[in-house]
């Protein structure tokens, strides 16, 4: 069983940073794509940033030169450094792992959320 828990959000002002950080623990062989999404007010749930076990990095339209998607593979880690906020990121955000939990098979584990709040 894996537990993949998110940390990092809060209150900022527009122009403003946060980090987000989410880690993944228990039985894990690896973990394929990690990944991270929001849902605003009202909105769906949107993919913001992902990056796949060779590093490669997807990132929205909207968030593309102020958010950076990083991982340490020996930390079982992703993190979101999110620059240069804005009001319209405020959102839930949540953390997706494709999480190795067996030979061959794949874990699609979320984490709970972490609010983050930009206010203008």
């Known amino acids: 069983q894996v537990q993949v828990v998110e940390t990092g959000g809060g209150l900022v002002q527009a122009g403003g940073s946060l980090r987000l950080s989410c880690a993944a623990s228990?039985?894990?062989?690896?973990?394929?794509?990690m990944g991270w999404y929001r849902q605003g007010p009202g909105k769906q749930r949107e993919l913001v940033a992902s990056?796949?076990?060779?590093?490669?990095?997807y990132y929205a339209d909207s968030v593309k030169g102020r958010f950076t998607i990083s991982r340490d593979n020996a930390k079982n880690t992703v993190y979101l450094q999110m620059n240069s906020l804005k009001p319209e990121d405020t959102a839930v955000y949540y953390c997706?792992?494709?999480?190795?939990?067996?030979?061959?098979?794949?874990?699609?584990?979320w984490g709970q959320g972490t609010q983050v709040t930009v206010s203008s």
């Open positions: 990056i796949d076990g060779g590093n490669t990095n």
């Open positions: 997706n792992m494709r999480i190795r939990v067996g030979v061959i098979r794949v874990s699609d584990s």
């Open positions: 228990g039985t894990i062989f690896g973990i394929n794509a």
